[in-house]
């Protein structure tokens, strides 16, 4: 063990009779070194100990102290007690050319050099909060995995959705939005099935809402899952989206989810004026308290195939390109958030997420609104495949694309990685 050596004049006769028993941490040493060369004031020699880190440790020490004056007049005549010896600097590889320092005024690695300074300065930081866990349910008793989605899952409402719900809060994600799998037999041109208020998205959040009544439940409020044709509106005989009509649906299933229960509904649907609407509806059936997610930019992006899979709602036709914003567009967000502000939005939404930092990026600094962004199905598939194939750290690269999104503005992400990622931070693994 390392020794400490104290110079101190002695403030006792003697310390032959010192008890180094009683003293945690104080070892007895067969003999003391004495400077005959230097005495106290009153003639007596002054002594040097040397004191022994214990090489074990049971509880509280009992110290034997200096004063501070004491220990600071030491000090001062020149007895400061020794540390251990500057380490020598290492050496540079064979081979290093031998150069003059570059004389620089700045160098910001000195800021990266340890694990606590890097901790020090991060600027941004992720926890389970700011997850949004997307959950796929439909009426079997059976957990159904998605092909296309490693990991994830079509659950039963009545069982298996609670048990994902539990798991996810155990690790601090009290947050989730239901994409339900509508029975083929209940789909119709104009989505009737979406204001069921005994349908499968109300029934499930009456059920969560009755077993944890503190959960966040955000619902989608689009007509795909339930339109025979696979769009998110009323398509007319010519094949174009009817805007006013689909809104009126809209508004009928944004009720319907409030009434069940729901926090924050969240239209996905892109129509135009659907948000302004359905804040009436919902003021006036008295859900002044639910919330609006407006997926304020969502692209027509071909990031979406799996969750199409995990819901069976391509369009039977066509695509989504007259209702869903073009992937070349940026200034156009701010168009659509404007809209949204100004008739009642609470938090915009970015849809798909990691390809357009920009895009939320671009809300942040525009809006004073939350902002969210989706981390979409294709996203998280590409990650899930990588990692399979060992060409990429699935977990690490996982964390950083959160932490990317978190960085761009987010403060919400809705990921399908949501337990995941929690049980990482949480430091569990499986």
Same mark, same amino acid.
């Given at each position: 063990m390392a020794s400490t050596i104290v110079n101190a004049p002695c403030t006792v006769p003697s310390v032959k009779g010192f008890e180094t028993q009683n003293y945690v941490g104080l070892r007895p040493i067969s003999s003391l070194r004495f400077n005959p060369g230097r005495t106290s004031s009153s003639g007596r020699s002054r002594s040097i100990f040397v004191v022994r880190a214990s090489e074990r440790f049971d509880g509280h020490v009992k110290k034997a102290e200096m004063s501070i004056e004491e220990c600071e007049a030491a000090v001062v005549a020149g007895n400061a007690p020794e540390a251990p010896p500057v380490p020598p600097k290492p050496a540079a590889p064979a081979g290093t050319p031998v150069i003059q320092s570059y004389q620089l005024t700045r160098r910001p690695r000195r800021n990266r050099k340890s694990p606590a300074l890097r901790a020090s300065f991060q600027e941004t930081s992720i926890s389970p909060a700011n997850f949004v866990y997307p959950l796929f349910i439909h009426e079997g008793q059976e957990d159904t995995p998605i092909g296309a989605m490693p990991g994830c899952y079509r659950l039963g409402w009545r069982h298996g959705l609670v048990e994902e719900v539990a798991k #996810? =809060?155990? *690790?601090?994600?009290?947050?989730? &939005?239901?994409?339900?799998? &509508?029975? @083929? #037999? !209940?789909?119709?041109?104009?989505? %009737?099935? #979406?204001?069921? %208020?005994?349908? !499968? *998205?109300? =029934?499930?959040? =009456?059920?969560?809402? %009755?077993?944890? +009544? @503190?959960? &966040?439940?955000?619902? %989608? *409020? #689009? !007509? @795909? +899952?339930?339109?025979?044709?696979?769009?998110d509106g009323i398509v007319r005989e010519d094949g174009v989206i009817m805007n006013d009509e689909t809104v009126h649906q809209l508004c009928k299933q944004a009720v319907s989810q409030a009434r069940a229960g729901a926090d924050v509904v969240s239209p996905s649907d892109m129509m135009d004026g659907r948000v302004g609407a359905i804040r009436a509806a919902l003021d006036s059936e008295g859900f002044h308290h639910v919330s609006i997610m407006s997926y304020t930019a969502k692209y027509a992006s071909s990031f979406y195939g799996p969750f199409r899979e995990a819901l069976d709602s391509n369009p039977r036709f066509g695509d989504k390109k007259t209702y869903q914003m073009n992937p070349a567009n940026y200034r156009e967000a701010l168009v659509e958030a404007h809209e949204d502000e100004a008739e009642g939005a609470d938090i915009l939404l970015v849809k798909p997420g990691l390809p357009y930092l920009d895009i939320i990026r671009l809300l942040r600094n525009q809006s004073p609104l939350p902002i969210a962004a989706y981390q979409v199905s294709g996203e998280y598939s590409m990650i899930k495949a990588g990692g399979v194939l060992k060409m990429i750290d699935e977990e690490r690269v996982m964390m950083e694309s959160l932490m990317c999104l978190r960085r761009a503005g987010a403060d919400i992400i809705l990921t399908y990685f949501a337990l995941q990622a929690a049980r990482c931070l949480c430091g569990e693994k499986k």
């Open positions: #996810a =809060r155990e *690790v601090g994600v009290n947050s989730i &939005v239901l994409f339900p799998k &509508v029975p @083929d #037999a !209940l789909k119709s041109p104009t989505g %009737d099935e #979406a204001y069921n %208020d005994n349908g !499968l *998205v109300p =029934r499930a959040i =009456r059920l969560l809402k %009755d077993k944890f +009544p @503190d959960l &966040v439940i955000y619902t %989608d *409020v #689009a !007509l @795909d +899952p339930y339109s025979s044709d696979g769009h």
